[in-house]
């Protein structure tokens, strides 16, 4: 009784923090990009502009949520959900700290992949759904992008898997006591931090909502909320990525003096920042470039990475 | 063809061109401004200056006028050639020294000659430092601006005033640089032609005084083929229109018709459109008594059904001259032909069909303008052509220079070359014989005139068939005048190449028209060339006889009879086609009085309801002229409001009644279905749907478009109206769409917009629609020719001569005088007709006013039908004694006419 | 790979600079005078209104935003009887002022043109008539032009011979 009272506290408490936090990002992106490009961003709305998520939420929610005469209703309306309701689902296994986690499931990792992918399907549907020709351009290449993806991604982590031994997130933070595993997995967390881009089609893979090519890609024809929600959602996806890279890579909620949750949080903070950086600073990719880069550099890369690491955990720890 | 060489390269050209003409007729850009299709060369500007070599060896070559050279066999030229560009861009520069800084306040700014020939020759900077030369103006009237400071002395006004058109009060004055084109005083410019001084004048010097108060660029002018409304001769115009009102009419160049040139009536009477008194809301009385009370469509129809729907037998239709073919077959099939009446009286419609029936029966063809402009002998019996069809007079005059032409050809001098010609010809004049009730200063160029009651004039026709051919009748008693007259035309008639009889509606004369037919076949059995060409009273006049219906006395006596109660009443005013009395009590007997019209009249205010019709320029349709050439005319603009075509009022009236008789009305969708269906229901328009391209006719796809491709102001016009831009109206019945967006070359010619070419904005852009310069437009296609004469050879000659003309003691008869400004139901209504419409007098010969003891603006006393006038006198020695003439200006028709009436003296109180 | 690393580096360095934004509207920025902005029309120096009329503006216009409608005063002098600018459409190229023979239509500094409706875009010839010369002092086009108006005769105007005597026979 105890116990379910206070996961179903945790579960409350992550469900607040996750999307207080997607909609202060938008605020915090809008001012780092400003800082970076010699120019104040968002400043006018409360302190350092700090209202302007709120004013943005006004606006948003007061917009006419329109559903296009030629979209296929149903389909139209669930899309958006899905990349919600998915990228929450991966945060159910995230340990913030030892005591602070949804469910620490023993395939962990698994499901975070397995719910990872499924969030392509919102993209896809709703390109579908928009029945526009540069929707289901956007969805298509979503599609094609997050299956490539996909792949190495969680090769990628098959590495931090083998020198943890278990697919607990709990365990595999638990197993950098001594050496975070970005030293050991140096090429793991690069591949890792690529497909994660990928994966939240953020800057430089943001060829599916191609604004130059696509209109809006698989979002043009939404408005509103709607529309919101795949933003929330993609915030959601950087949150999700920083911070499976703080735990996989980055020894989770461990380092001295400050207590676990704040050391979790600098960390995933700080990569959140270098998303932004990037988005800042790389051009977006050519679609042929980006599957030449995947299927023919980092699909290999990640397979020497799991071969190496294979071989030499073999070296160490012979099988009985 | 001769061989010439411009530029290296070898072209085939006419011989009998000039240079000039040649080179435009290549599509070469050589700047010119004396020269003129129809007027010639006199080589006064020096602007078409070209190099010409002797030989292929001749490199230093000298210098020509184009236009002063003929286009012989093997001539080498250069338009390209250095010293000649610098030798024209100098001309240029030497015109412009003293041409004002007014192109912003110029109405000619935008389509102007010297405009694009400036640009063509490069001159950009003015070197020119000291001061200009200034003129002053004159007021030329209401229809023609005067702007002497623009001036670039090329004479093309004066050359096209009094050579061409004949006018005399306008000349050259003062010398050196000082020489002043314009009246001795200030007046107004009389010729009834002036109006062309607007399109001959390269620059600003005369400009259209009617555009002045709506004034508008020529880019911003929608614009689309029209057919003048304003008599019977159905000369091509291009109307157009801006901020829905209609704004001006420029002349649309068809080379058998009107050619270069329209009449001031047809030019400047297009106001009307814009009228205070135009019928614009549908308008209802519940009662006789009662106000009436505008009423919107959809209520209107709702009541009209049911009365319509009833007894369809018991509503008689009245035609018009005036309106379209698709109008009145549109109200034949509503009523019935039965109940079709045409709307004009026993006698004018028995005149029209006389007319078509001797066109149709005889072997003399109807001659077009040009064939006019082309005869070597014109007689005209009995038409008062310079005020019933003042461009077919035009035409005549021109036909008077045919045979001086002979002795300049005999000279080898070419014909373009216009001074030399006038030189060799002297005064001479080809054989013009008129014979009419009055003179005017245009039977001052016939050879000789002959002046008569209409049965004298008859008399002379039938005399001079008589002395072509001794089958046909010959009066019985003969004024031996009359008699060696008619010798002398016959003998001239019968040398000639190209002969044409020229008669018409005006004396209101069966005989008249019957003894022109006779003189044109008499000559016709002999030879094969000579045509017949006749003048109605409107536009559509035999157009309706070729549909043929009732008269206006039938449908009084079905009315009165009881067996029909509800009239419906098509573009027509009663009262200009019967006496008052019997339109009274028709109009009153009637249950319901129906009118369709554009314009407030005397009928309207009878009507129990009144439907909005649209002008001609907010219509589409096909209209018949004199010749029997059916010529479609285009809407401009989309109608305001309620008003629509008559025939889609018809159409819904039909439907609305939904009677089973009208239910294949209700798929008239649009022109072409009307068409299609009158192609159909009478065999002799079988050919309609050949006027002009249907409205599926696409060029590239694309609609042509009636705004120019620089209309100006489309995000502004409506938006005090409304922010959304409304899409522009889409025309349902013509290939031409309401947007400057669409098709920008050259269509073909029915649907020809605007005459624009890249570095020709003025109206000579037109030289570059022609394949021959002054020839057929590309892609013409002139109309169809509804009326074919018979080819057999043998006639059947009219024998009804009448009687001489005796003079009564106890009265007068009463002719009608047409006035060109005035008697014109639609110009009449134009503001700037007012101040050219003659006040209404009587003209009686001065011995019958020394009779009567009335002198010269005295007033006298005569009766029309029942009711008496008092107009004061004028005397006129051209006047037949016995005759009086009455001018046919607003408030007078002539109905009754001739009548014979007494006259007296006028006791003033 | 390393040019990626150092382009990333240098944005990142950016962070470290001073903004170039001028914080409009309590900063408000030099703007030149000629400025495209807010078009308007101006008078003549003897204070009548400049433009003649001629729609040059509007058919410059590559929008169509200006309609117009060219009259005459009884002693011959242009001017516009109605103008009008759709300033929701004006795209503030500036050709009308080039294609202004009479320096007549000006743009000027004023940007500020913001409005919760549309239709108070639609500026009519009193919202768009000043009372100066605008950019431009002292050109006045009658004085230039030929055309006689009220108080100028023909022969009075700049560089204008007194009217030719048609009755003279002096060389």
């Known amino acids: ?320 | 063809m001769a061989g010439i060489i411009v530029d290296d390269r070898p072209y085939q050209v006419d011989e009998r061109e000039n240079l000039l003409q040649a080179c435009l007729s290549l599509g070469f850009n050589l700047p010119y401004f004396c020269w003129h299709p129809a007027l010639g060369s006199v080589g006064a500007c020096r602007q078409c200056a070209v190099k010409q070599f002797r030989n292929e060896h001749d490199r230093e070559g000298h210098l020509v006028m184009a236009c002063m050279t003929p286009a012989a066999d093997g001539t080498r030229i250069s338009i390209e050639d250095p010293e000649a560009k610098t030798f024209r861009a100098s001309v240029i520069e030497w015109m412009m020294a003293n041409h004002p800084h007014d192109c912003p306040v110029c109405d000619e700014g935008g389509e102007c000659h010297l405009q694009d020939m400036t640009v063509m020759t490069g001159h950009a900077y003015r070197r020119y430092r000291f001061t200009k030369r200034t003129f002053r103006n004159q007021d030329l009237g209401p229809f023609i601006t005067h702007e002497m400071n623009r001036c670039i002395q090329c004479y093309r006004c004066v050359r096209f005033y009094r050579n061409y058109a004949g006018g005399r009060d306008f000349d050259a004055f003062g010398s050196r640089n000082h020489v002043y084109f314009g009246r001795h005083e200030d007046g107004a410019l009389e010729n009834e032609f002036s109006g062309n001084l607007v399109e001959v004048c390269p620059t600003g010097v005369f400009d259209d005084k009617t555009l002045m108060p709506h004034y508008t660029r020529k880019w911003d002018l929608q614009t689309a083929p029209s057919v003048c409304t304003h008599c019977s001769l159905g000369c091509n115009t291009i109307a157009g229109e801006r901020y829905g009102t209609l704004r001006r009419i420029l002349n649309r160049y068809h080379s058998e018709v009107n050619g270069y040139f329209l009449c001031d009536r047809g030019r400047f009477g297009y106001d009307f459109v814009n009228s205070e008194a135009r019928i614009r809301r549908p308008k209802f009385r519940p009662n006789r008594d009662s106000q009436a009370i505008t009423m919107d469509k959809e209520m209107l129809l709702r009541e009209l059904g049911p009365l319509l729907a009833d007894k369809p037998s018991r509503i008689i239709g009245i035609g018009s001259p005036r309106a379209s073919l698709e109008a009145n077959f549109a109200l034949r099939e509503l009523v019935g032909s039965e109940r079709f009446s045409l709307g004009l009286s026993a006698r004018d419609a028995g005149l029209s069909s006389l007319i078509l029936d001797i066109l149709r029966r005889g072997p003399a063809p109807s001659a077009s303008i040009h064939d006019v402009e082309q005869a070597d002998a014109v007689l005209v019996l009995g038409e008062d052509l310079i005020n019933q069809a003042p461009r077919l007079a035009l035409a005549v005059r021109q036909s008077v220079c045919q045979q001086p032409m002979q002795i300049a050809d005999k000279l080898g001098i070419p014909r373009w070359h216009d001074a030399a010609v006038r030189e060799a010809a002297h005064a001479r004049l080809g054989p013009l014989f008129i014979a009419a009730p009055h003179s005017n200063w245009f039977t001052d160029v016939a050879t000789e005139t002959y002046h008569g009651a209409p049965d004298d004039l008859a008399a002379l026709g039938f005399a001079v068939a008589h002395e072509l051919d001794q089958a046909s009748p010959t009066p019985s008693i003969l004024n031996p005048a009359i008699g060696s007259l008619a010798k002398r035309i016959a003998a001239v008639l019968r040398q000639a190449k190209r002969p044409i009889v020229i008669s018409g509606t005006a004396c209101k004369s069966e005989t008249v028209i019957q003894s022109a037919a006779n003189v044109a076949w008499a000559l016709c059995k002999t030879r094969t060339t000579a045509k017949l060409c006749y003048c109605l009273p409107e536009s559509n006049s035999l157009g309706l006889a070729m549909l043929g219906g009732k008269s206006l006395e039938d449908a009084f006596s079905v009315v009165k009879d009881g067996e029909a109660n509800t009239i419906l009443i098509l573009e027509n005013d009663l009262y200009r086609r019967a006496d008052p009395l019997p339109v009274d009590a028709f109009l009153k007997t009637a249950s319901k009085v129906i009118l369709l019209d554009n314009l407030e009249h005397d009928t309207m205010s009878k009507a129990d309801m009144v439907l909005p019709a649209g002008t001609f320029a907010e219509s589409d349709g096909t209209l018949v002229n004199n010749e029997g050439r059916a010529q479609r005319f285009y809407q401009v603009f989309p109608a305001e409001g309620d008003v629509q075509e008559s025939w889609r009022w018809i159409r819904d009236l039909a439907v609305a009644s939904g009677h089973p008789r009208q239910s294949n009305m209700a798929a008239w969708h649009k022109l072409d279905d009307v068409v299609a269906a009158l192609a159909d229901a009478i065999p002799t328009f079988q050919r309609l749907t050949e006027v002009a391209p249907p409205e599926k006719f696409r060029m590239v796809g694309q609609k042509i478009p009636r705004q120019t491709h620089r209309f100006t102001g489309r995000t502004a016009i409506h938006a005090p109206l409304t922010m959304h831009e409304p899409k522009p109206v889409e025309d349902a019945d013509s290939p031409l769409s309401f947007s400057m967006e669409g098709y920008l070359g050259q269509p073909p010619s029915p649907l020809i917009t605007h005459y624009w070419t890249p570095g020709w904005n003025s109206v000579q852009a037109l030289n570059k629609f022609q394949n021959e310069v002054g020839g057929p437009l590309r892609q013409e296609m002139p109309g169809v020719q509804l009326i074919e004469s018979s080819d057999k050879r043998t006639v059947m000659y009219f024998t009804d001569v009448p009687a001489p003309f005796q003079a009564r003691d106890d009265g007068w008869l009463i002719l009608p005088w047409y006035q060109v400004f005035g008697s014109e139901e639609l110009s009449a209504r134009a503001s700037a007709m007012a101040e050219r419409i003659p006040k209404p007098v009587l003209m009686l010969h001065p011995d019958d006013a020394a009779r009567l003891r009335v002198k010269s603006g005295e007033r006298a006393e005569f009766a029309l039908g029942d009711r008496l006038h008092r107009l004061p006198v004028k005397l006129g020695a051209a006047v037949p004694r016995g005759t009086a003439a009455l001018t046919i200006v607003p408030g007078f028709t002539d109905t009754a006419l001739p009548t014979w009436s007494p006259i007296i003296r006028a006791v003033e109180s | 790979m390393l040019k990626l690393l150092k382009g990333i580096w240098l944005v990142f360095l950016h962070a470290f600079t001073r903004p170039v934004t001028v914080q409009y509207p309590e900063e408000k920025p030099y703007l030149p005078p000629r400025w495209r902005g807010r078009i308007i029309l101006s008078r003549d120096p003897d204070g009548e209104e400049r433009c003649v009329g001629c729609y040059l503006c509007s058919v410059a216009c590559p929008v169509g935003c200006i309609a117009l409608q060219a009259t005459e005063d009884e002693h011959g002098r242009r001017y516009p009887a109605w103008f009008r600018i759709n300033f929701s459409r004006c795209i503030f190229c500036g050709y009308c002022e080039e294609a202004c023979p009479t320096y007549a239509i000006q743009l000027t500094t004023d940007f500020e043109l913001s409005e919760h409706d549309r239709r108070n875009l639609v500026y009519e010839k009193e919202h768009l008539l000043i009372s100066g010369t605008g950019k431009y002092p002292g050109y006045n086009f009658y004085r230039v032009s030929g055309l006689r108006i009220g108080g100028k005769d023909k022969g009075e105007a700049e560089h204008e011979a007194a009217p030719t005597d048609l009755r003279s026979l002096m060389p």
């Open chain 1, 1 to 320: 009784m105890n116990e379910t009272a206070s996961t179903l506290l945790i579960i409350a408490g992550v469900l607040v923090t996750l999307l207080t936090l997607s909609a202060l990002l938008i605020w915090l992106e809008r001012r780092l990009l400003g800082f970076w490009q010699e120019r104040y961003g968002p400043n006018r709305v409360g302190p350092f502009g700090l209202l302007q998520v709120v004013a943005d939420m006004i606006k948003i929610f007061m917009k006419e949520d329109w559903v296009p005469p030629f979209a296929d209703k149903a389909v139209f309306v669930i899309a958006p959900a899905v990349i919600i309701v998915t990228i929450l689902m991966s945060f159910a296994v995230v340990p913030f700290t030892p005591s602070i986690v949804v469910a620490d499931l023993n395939v962990g990792l698994l499901f975070f992949l397995a719910m990872s992918s499924l969030s392509a399907y919102s993209v896809v549907l709703a390109g579908w759904a928009s029945n526009n020709k540069y929707s289901l351009l956007g969805g298509l290449r979503a599609s094609a992008q997050m299956l490539s993806y996909e792949v190495f991604m969680g090769l990628s982590l098959m590495g931090v898997v083998m020198l943890a031994g278990s697919f607990s997130l709990r365990d595999i933070v638990a197993a950098q006591q001594g050496v975070w595993f970005c030293i050991p997995q140096v090429l793991g967390f690069i591949i890792f931090l690529i497909a994660g881009l990928a994966e939240t089609k953020r800057v430089p893979f943001d060829i599916p909502e191609a604004e130059a090519e696509l209109v809006a890609g698989f979002h043009t024809e939404y408005s509103g909320m709607k529309f919101g929600m795949f933003f929330v959602g993609e915030y959601l996806g950087i949150i999700l990525i920083s911070a499976m890279i703080t735990v996989l890579f980055f020894g989770g909620w461990q380092g001295p003096w400050l207590p676990p949750v704040v050391w979790f949080s600098i960390k995933t903070f700080l990569f959140i920042c270098l998303f932004i950086l990037l988005r800042a600073a790389l051009p977006r990719l050519r679609f042929d470039q980006l599957m030449t880069f995947g299927w023919k550099v980092m699909l290999p890369l990640a397979l020497v990475n799991l071969t190496v690491t294979g071989a030499l955990v073999l070296v160490g720890h012979p099988p009985e």
